[in-house]
């Protein structure tokens, strides 16, 4: 093989723009959006928006959303839906609960215990799909109810007929490992600022931010290592490739099965790890948790630039597409608007954002 | 010319109650391209599918290289040197030359968890062989869904090529083009042959064989009816066997031999 790497220009080709090669990013489409919904939070919304504290309100349920839209996203590039993954969030959380409170583990079991539950359910997901060849639409919509349901009885069996399961917070008072998910992140480094005088502060001396939320850092740490994954080992281009055409990349030797399955369980894993999040949060557990959000989690990856059909999309986007999430959720309790008004944002984007994404595949695809 | 690379014999493969091939022979020399022929139906693409790793056959035997192999999955076959360019080019529109290219056999740098995908490498590689079979690419991260489907065909066959094929099955790589793409394919097969890669080429069009075939075997219903050289056979008997010898004959006339 020659070791030439600088490949010939071909003189019939105009040089392109940097803007003409941006706009075939799929994650296009997420930031220009995350451009104007910022811009119209600054003219409408309360300056104090925009503060850190302000920041961190809107970024905190932006995460909670992303970490399952990362999920979703890796698993829509690889061709497939989750419907289950918001019932997932409640039984996951159940799982945890359980483990915690009823079996008195500490969280060094808990959690791998939550996570290979989920990741079992997760895989039988993806089992059921690739072995039936129906939709995953369909069995995981099955899984939606099978999930729900089993959280409520589960709930009511552990709880003498609640469906909420408290004393978490006690249950984890001390373990080590209570500050890798729950609370804020960084404090010293947030408690020097305030000594230093580089952000407000209460009466008392303490800052009004006691330090990054812990969800926000997960969130990150799941962007960066999902994208690193997809753009950069050959586990990415499988994945893009399963979603591309399953049978094509079956062909070519990928382990399309394999990677499907192991996508089900990470979206389920990413669902677990946010119920563990979530529960060590509000020191309980509830079977309504994560209701419904399984179709925010889609929504943020489609704005996100992933195609409904799979193959294409990015773990980036998704990130975008949670924060605009979390901005206009919280944002509209800035402004004067109503914030039912909510609902209909997401309508209109989900559906601005398909259509995007369509002429964006056309373009890449050099379909006419 | 050498021994045989790959020989199968008397291949059977039985779908339920259905026998898509009743007992094939077939086998491919170094540096040859030998045309498997046959009518809609006969079974050459069960039968590639068999070579290839896809389906296992339910009787017979197959050696490659004199040796008595089974491939389990079409990976095996890919890893024994058999490679398998289908008619959906196994290829992704939405993805780039370079992922298609190095799709499912990624060339990786580092360790352990650093294992990453060489990019840097892959499109090196990807735009200079493109280049060697004459395709100028507007750039490694083209999509693939850019391209004509003479090019597409193209980037399969290199992308065989790169990856140590032996044998190169091509599922009929002219049926879908025009007249100027086909000719550049069957150079291109013609390039490939003489690197000494033995080439199957499935075709229906008898044309498009005797323009690059040294040896033709002729599938019908599930069955080969024999093998011959080039310069043994006319171009009229092979289109002959390939209709089983019915009815053909009578329409011979009135189409003018345009078939």
Same mark, same amino acid.
């Given at each position: 093989?020659?070791?030439?790497?600088?490949?010939?220009?071909?003189?019939?080709?105009?040089?392109?723009?940097?803007?003409?090669?941006?706009?075939?990013?799929?994650?296009?489409?997420?930031?220009?959006?995350?451009?104007?919904?910022?811009?119209?939070?600054?003219?409408?919304?309360? =300056?104090?928006?925009?503060?850190?504290?302000?920041?961190?309100?809107?970024?905190?349920?932006?995460?909670?959303?992303?970490?399952?839209?990362?999920?979703?996203?890796?698993?829509?590039? =690889?061709?497939?839906?989750?419907?289950?993954?918001?019932?997932?969030?409640?039984?996951?959380?159940?799982?945890?609960?359980?483990?915690?409170?009823?079996?008195?583990?500490?969280?060094?079991?808990?959690?791998?215990?939550?996570?290979?539950?989920?990741?079992?359910?997760?895989?039988?997901?993806?089992?059921?799909?690739?072995?039936? /060849?129906?939709?995953?639409?369909?069995?995981?919509?099955?899984?939606?109810?099978?999930?729900?349901?089993?959280?409520?009885?589960?709930?009511?069996?552990?709880?003498?007929?609640?469906?909420?399961?408290?004393?978490?917070?006690?249950?984890?008072?001390?373990?080590?490992?209570?500050?890798?998910?729950?609370?804020? *992140?960084?404090?010293?480094?947030?408690?020097?600022?305030?000594?230093?005088?580089?952000?407000?502060?209460?009466?008392? /001396?303490?800052?009004?931010?006691?330090?990054?939320?812990?969800?926000?850092?997960?969130?990150?740490?799941?962007?960066?290592?999902?994208?690193?994954?997809?753009?950069?080992?050959?586990? =990415?281009?499988?994945?893009?490739?399963?979603?591309?055409?399953?049978?094509?990349?079956?062909?070519?030797?990928?382990?399309?099965?394999?990677?499907?399955?192991?996508?089900?369980?990470?979206?389920?894993?990413?669902? *677990?790890?946010?119920?563990?999040?979530?529960?060590?949060?509000?020191?309980?557990?509830?079977?309504?948790? @994560?209701?419904?959000?399984?179709?925010?989690?889609?929504?943020?990856?489609?704005?996100?630039?992933?195609?409904?059909? @799979?193959?294409?999309?990015?773990?980036?986007?998704?990130?975008?597409?949670?924060?605009?999430?979390?901005?206009?959720?919280? /944002?509209?309790?800035?402004?004067?608007?109503?914030?039912?008004?909510?609902?209909?944002?997401?309508?209109?984007?989900?559906?601005?954002?398909?259509?995007?994404?369509?002429?964006?595949?056309?373009?890449?695809? @050099?379909?006419? | 010319? !050498?021994?045989?690379?790959?020989? %199968?014999?008397?291949?059977?493969?039985?779908?339920?109650?259905?026998?898509?091939?009743?007992?094939? $022979?077939?086998?491919?020399?170094?540096?040859?391209?030998?045309? %498997?022929?046959?009518?809609?139906?006969?079974? +050459?693409?069960?039968?590639?599918?068999?070579?290839?790793?896809?389906?296992?056959?339910?009787?017979?035997?197959?050696?490659?290289?004199?040796?008595?192999? #089974?491939?389990?999955?079409?990976?095996?076959?890919?890893?024994?040197?058999?490679? #398998?360019?289908?008619?959906?080019?196994?290829?992704?529109? %939405?993805?780039?030359?370079?992922?298609?290219?190095?799709?499912?056999?990624?060339?990786?740098?580092?360790?352990?968890?650093? +294992?990453?995908?060489?990019?840097?490498?892959?499109?090196?590689?990807?735009?200079? +062989?493109?280049?060697?079979?004459?395709?100028?690419?507007?750039?490694?991260?083209?999509?693939? !869904?850019?391209?004509?489907?003479?090019?597409?065909?193209?980037?399969?066959?290199?992308?065989?090529?790169?990856?140590?094929?032996?044998?190169?099955?091509?599922?009929?790589?002219? $049926?879908?083009?025009?007249?100027?793409?086909?000719?550049?394919?069957?150079?291109?097969?013609? +390039?490939?042959?003489?690197?000494?890669?033995?080439?199957?080429?499935?075709?229906?069009?008898?044309?498009?064989?005797?323009?690059?075939?040294?040896?033709?075997?002729?599938?019908?219903?599930?069955?080969?009816?024999?093998?011959?050289?080039?310069?043994?056979?006319?171009?009229?008997?092979?289109?002959?066997?390939?209709?089983?010898?019915?009815?053909?004959?009578?329409?011979?006339?009135? %189409?003018?031999?345009?078939?």
């Amino acid at each position: 093989m020659s070791e030439d790497a600088t490949p010939a220009v071909d003189e019939r080709l105009k040089e392109e723009s940097v803007i003409a090669h941006a706009m075939k990013r799929p994650e296009l489409g997420a930031v220009a959006g995350l451009i104007l919904v910022t811009l119209f939070f600054a003219f409408t919304a309360d =300056g104090s928006m925009f503060t850190l504290s302000g920041t961190f309100n809107f970024l905190s349920p932006g995460a909670q959303l992303g970490i399952l839209a990362i999920g979703a996203a890796m698993l829509m590039i =690889g061709g497939e839906f989750d419907l289950s993954i918001g019932s997932m969030v409640a039984f996951a959380g159940m799982v945890f609960g359980a483990c915690v409170v009823n079996m008195d583990m500490p969280l060094a079991l808990a959690i791998p215990v939550t996570l290979a539950a989920a990741g079992l359910v997760g895989s039988v997901n993806g089992y059921i799909v690739i072995r039936t /060849g129906l939709p995953s639409f369909i069995v995981t919509l099955a899984f939606l109810f099978i999930l729900r349901g089993l959280s409520l009885v589960g709930l009511k069996g552990l709880t003498d007929g609640s469906t909420q399961l408290r004393g978490v917070r006690d249950a984890v008072e001390g373990d080590a490992l209570a500050p890798l998910f729950s609370g804020d *992140a960084f404090g010293d480094l947030f408690t020097w600022f305030a000594k230093s005088g580089l952000i407000d502060t209460f009466k008392s /001396g303490t800052p009004k931010v006691p330090g990054v939320p812990i969800e926000l850092l997960w969130f990150i740490i799941l962007a960066l290592a999902a994208t690193y994954i997809l753009l950069r080992t050959p586990i =990415g281009n499988w994945i893009f490739a399963a979603g591309g055409d399953a049978n094509a990349a079956a062909n070519s030797g990928v382990p399309v099965r394999k990677v499907k399955i192991a996508l089900f369980v990470f979206t389920a894993c990413c669902a *677990a790890l946010l119920a563990i999040i979530q529960v060590l949060d509000a020191g309980s557990t509830d079977a309504r948790r @994560g209701f419904q959000k399984e179709f925010e989690a889609i929504i943020a990856a489609v704005i996100g630039g992933c195609l409904l059909t @799979g193959g294409y999309g990015s773990a980036i986007g998704a990130f975008f597409g949670s924060i605009i999430f979390g901005m206009v959720v919280i /944002g509209l309790t800035y402004t004067t608007f109503d914030q039912d008004w909510f609902q209909v944002f997401l309508g209109t984007m989900l559906l601005l954002a398909v259509v995007f994404n369509n002429a964006i595949r056309k373009r890449v695809t @050099g379909e006419r | 010319m !050498g021994d045989p690379i790959i020989e %199968l014999d008397g291949i059977e493969k039985h779908f339920g109650n259905v026998i898509a091939l009743a007992g094939v $022979s077939f086998d491919v020399r170094p540096g040859e391209c030998h045309c %498997l022929l046959g009518d809609n139906g006969a079974g +050459k693409s069960t039968f590639i599918k068999v070579m290839s790793g896809v389906h296992k056959p339910s009787h017979g035997t197959m050696r490659f290289e004199g040796k008595p192999v #089974t491939f389990d999955t079409p990976r095996d076959a890919m890893e024994a040197g058999v490679a #398998t360019v289908f008619q959906d080019l196994a290829m992704i529109p %939405l993805m780039s030359v370079t992922r298609n290219f190095f799709m499912g056999r990624e060339p990786t740098k580092g360790k352990g968890l650093f +294992k990453r995908f060489d990019v840097a490498k892959a499109n090196a590689v990807s735009v200079q +062989k493109m280049r060697e079979m004459g395709i100028s690419l507007r750039g490694p991260d083209q999509a693939v !869904g850019t391209l004509s489907g003479g090019e597409r065909q193209t980037v399969a066959i290199a992308r065989a090529v790169h990856f140590g094929a032996k044998i190169l099955i091509l599922d009929e790589p002219t $049926s879908a083009l025009g007249v100027r793409q086909t000719s550049n394919v069957l150079a291109t097969i013609d +390039k490939v042959r003489k690197q000494g890669v033995g080439v199957v080429f499935i075709s229906h069009n008898v044309r498009h064989a005797m323009a690059v075939g040294d040896r033709f075997t002729v599938l019908c219903r599930g069955k080969t009816l024999g093998t011959a050289s080039r310069g043994d056979i006319s171009a009229d008997e092979l289109q002959e066997m390939m209709a089983g010898g019915q009815e053909l004959a009578e329409l011979e006339g009135s %189409l003018g031999g345009t078939i």
